[in-house]
């Protein structure tokens, strides 16, 4: 049998004397973590407070926790945290790199879906600004009636991907009218998107003044007691590892893999990249190159914390040549990632 060919009607066709809303578009939204304002310390100061006051971020929401970040991390920790930002700080527009990487993401992200002439591409931040209330407020007022979240987290992990979805829900609450939502799944093991990063560490790599001995990818860390609750980020992080392995045809002590920014005392997944920097220039290994594959866009993690502070104890350990290599950012693999993730998202919608 012929399928029946139904044809919506047209977002114009009001009764008379209706009052003009806007209607029939569809929204994408890709968020990223977060950033403050600026570099000095009340606006760190704000931005770390709404980012450790989730309880995903940390899960011990007990009177003694809120003593030390209230009485000693929101005290201390701003002035030291706006000074690394200002190393690497975009002085062109005021803004950290993540900003700025996030919005060209949005705007090439929109010009390739630009045949689809209903679709609205914005961006946000999960803390600090654009948030995305704003963010989700602006395209409902568009008349964009479907909205895709894209969270720009490959590897799952509740104080990540969960807090996106968290958040959205929260401002979903206060809607009168509510637009239907989806939320991109994690693609931890999405094959363009080993592809791109295969394709981006091979183009890196060549162009080096030096070969490394060895490759070290590096995640961002979570405390080891939110793996043994079920977090999926551990086994998403050695399944993205163990296929580009394959696909750079490498093995295990060739390409590492390893978790940075640890944060307080507790045990955190291990092998901690620090350490096995230090581990690695102490063995001999003279030539290093690290890669970040769980960012999708260089921040204060991958620019300072591995560019900066990771190569300083590699050298200072009798490591010679230390490289850090971009993310996907807007590249070219890196927005083919993000092209073909909204269309498959998209499908039935558009």
Request: proline share 7%.
């Amino acid at each position: 049998m012929d399928p029946i060919a139904i044809d919506p009607p047209p977002a114009t066709h009001r009764p008379a004397g209706h009052p003009p809303v806007a209607s029939g578009r569809i929204g994408v939204l890709i968020v990223n973590l977060g950033t403050p304002d600026a570099t000095d310390a009340a606006s760190v100061r704000r931005y770390l407070k709404e980012f450790l006051s989730d309880k995903r971020v940390i899960e011990k929401d007990t009177l003694l926790w809120k003593l030390i970040l209230n009485g000693v991390i929101l005290r201390f920790r701003p002035a030291r945290k706006g000074r690394d930002y200002e190393k690497i700080w975009n002085r062109e527009r005021n803004e950290s790199p993540l900003k700025t990487i996030t919005r060209a993401q949005a705007e090439k992200l929109a010009t390739t879906l630009e045949p689809l002439t209903n679709v609205t591409v914005d961006w946000a931040m999960r803390y600090g600004n654009p948030s995305i209330a704003s963010r989700l407020e602006a395209m409902a007022a568009q008349g964009c009636e479907r909205i895709l979240v894209m969270p720009l987290y490959p590897q799952y992990c509740a104080a990540t991907s969960a807090t996106v979805c968290d958040e959205v829900f929260r401002v979903l609450m206060k809607m009168r009218w509510q637009p239907s939502v989806r939320i991109a799944p994690p693609y931890h093991d999405d094959p363009v998107y080993i592809e791109a990063l295969a394709s981006s560490t091979e183009d890196q790599l060549r162009r080096l003044p030096f070969r490394p001995d060895v490759i070290v990818a590096s995640f961002h860390g979570i405390p080891k007691e939110y793996f043994d609750k079920g977090d999926p980020y551990y086994c998403h992080c050695h399944k993205t590892t163990r296929l580009l392995r394959e696909r750079l045809k490498l093995d295990d002590k060739q390409l590492m893999l390893t978790f940075q920014s640890r944060f307080g005392r507790a045990e955190w997944l291990q092998p901690y990249t620090d350490k096995t920097v230090r581990m690695l220039a102490k063995s001999g290994v003279k030539n290093l190159a690290v890669i970040t594959p769980g960012f999708s866009a260089d921040c204060l993690e991958t620019l300072e914390e591995i560019g900066m502070e990771n190569a300083e104890i590699f050298k200072h350990n009798g490591g010679e040549n230390f490289a850090a290599l971009a993310c996907l950012n807007d590249s070219e693999p890196g927005m083919l990632v993000l092209w073909q993730m909204a269309l498959r998202e998209l499908k039935g919608w558009v």
